[in-house]
């Protein structure tokens, strides 16, 4: 029964040919939006190298310090980390924490031309943290961020500027008027992949002052928590809030802040709090959730109606059929059946449209560079995405034009009349 619905499903919708056209363009071009999307909001927080542990990792990125008058919200200093969440490594449920700045830009001269470079100051276990993929050398050490060692991983494009097609460990560089040694080539890091990415990476110790050391609650420092599992999740996030409370009692300025408010955070909970400053007050994650839930079924909505009325347009306007059909016997059920598999015939095949110009989009984006070494992919998770999107529309949009379809009365249907 289930073929005979198949061909019956292709005939109709090659007879149809404006209806058919109408409705795989919405199809399409829905899916197109969100698989896009959904493969750019993968590509910036699943995990995937050199962030390929994301799932175990926590980040306290976020702090906002607020009195009766006065609210301040930054990243945290990184006194204000070495002293509350570098400790944190005495859990039993934590791997390793490391410390590490926000991308500054910094400026190079070589044969007369200027390269700016994003560099970023980190300690010696970021490298333990974060994936990278070495090409050249290895990662810099505990001892050389204690020592002040000046020494530099840098990125794949970095040796390029600088050494063309030389291999670069051994070799200087000079960024920002001072001079390190190259000790390891990685390869490149998308740029929103803001965590793990830049085109230098240096000790903290060498910083051209020791400013950083006073930055006691508030700075440009970032935290990144490697868990044994996300079973562990649940008591470094308690261990946290019950620091924070512990340091709200040596505010800089009592008499102007309060409170402390802030977390360890997964990548998702860490994008919440950027994007809706309210969710320092509750559950990291909660809001943006339900505001991207909301997005999700409003968008949806207008296609999903659009195809509705086409589709109860085109089923009704085979009155006569389905009066011939019901005459002879066949039950609402079975006509119910005929026109839902049609409805998903035509689904999956806008469906299949859709991954098709994502994919020819994220290729567009991967080859124009908008984003600095992004390479967007339709991997499983999207695919299965798009797919259980296409489904939703198939029964959404089909299930009333059938069920209108079957309730109407033979005598009427053989006569055109649909009411």
Do not use: C
């Not at 020791?210 to 308690?238: E, W």
């Not at 999207?382 to 999107?389: A, N, P, R």
């Amino acid at each position: 029964m289930i073929r005979n619905y198949l061909k019956i499903a292709v005939k109709v919708l090659l007879r149809r040919k404006f209806f058919t056209f109408i409705s795989l363009f919405g199809i399409s071009v829905t899916l197109l939006v969100l698989l896009v999307a959904t493969a750019m909001i993968d590509h910036t927080i699943a995990p995937q190298a050199p962030e390929s542990r994301a799932d175990r990792m926590l980040g306290f990125q976020k702090l906002r310090m607020q009195g009766p008058d006065s609210t301040w919200t930054s990243e945290p200093g990184y006194a204000f980390l070495d002293k509350h969440i570098r400790s944190l490594t005495a859990l039993p449920g934590v791997e390793t924490v490391t410390v590490f700045s926000n991308n500054a830009s910094a400026s190079s001269y070589l044969a007369g031309r200027k390269i700016t470079s994003s560099v970023k100051r980190t300690d010696g276990r970021f490298w333990q943290v974060f994936d990278f993929e070495f090409l050249e050398g290895q990662p810099f050490s505990v001892a050389d961020e204690e020592n002040g060692n000046f020494v530099a991983v840098i990125s794949e494009a970095t040796r390029e500027r600088f050494f063309g097609d030389q291999k670069a460990v051994g070799q200087s560089i000079e960024v920002d008027g001072q001079r390190f040694r190259v000790v390891g080539v990685v390869r490149n890091v998308p740029v929103i992949r803001n965590n793990s990415s830049a085109d230098l990476w240096v000790p903290i110790s060498t910083a051209k002052t020791s400013g950083y050391k006073d930055q006691v609650v508030m700075g440009n420092f970032n935290a990144m928590i490697l868990a044994r599992s996300r079973a562990d999740f649940p008591a470094i996030k308690s261990e946290v809030q019950a620091r924070l409370r512990q340091a709200e009692k040596n505010l800089p300025d009592p008499k102007m802040y309060k409170t402390l408010a802030g977390g360890a955070d997964t990548a998702f909970e860490a994008l919440s709090r950027s994007l809706l400053p309210g969710d320092f007050d509750q559950e990291p994650g909660a809001r943006l959730q339900k505001v991207l839930f909301l997005a999700l079924m409003l968008f949806l909505l207008l296609p999903t109606m659009n195809l509705v009325n086409i589709n109860l347009s085109r089923i009704l306007d085979r009155a006569s059929e389905i009066g011939v059909r019901k005459a002879f016997g066949a039950s609402s059920r079975t006509l119910v059946g005929q026109f839902l598999v049609e409805n998903l015939v035509l689904t999956l095949v806008g469906a299949g449209f859709g991954l098709l110009l994502a994919a020819l989009v994220l290729a567009a984006l991967n080859s124009s560079g908008v984003i600095p070494y992004a390479h967007f992919t339709l991997n499983y998770r999207v695919f299965l995405q798009g797919l259980g999107i296409a489904l939703f529309f198939a029964l959404l949009s089909g299930v009333y034009p059938a069920w209108r379809m079957s309730r109407l009365h033979p005598v009427k249907a053989l006569r055109g009349r649909t009411v």
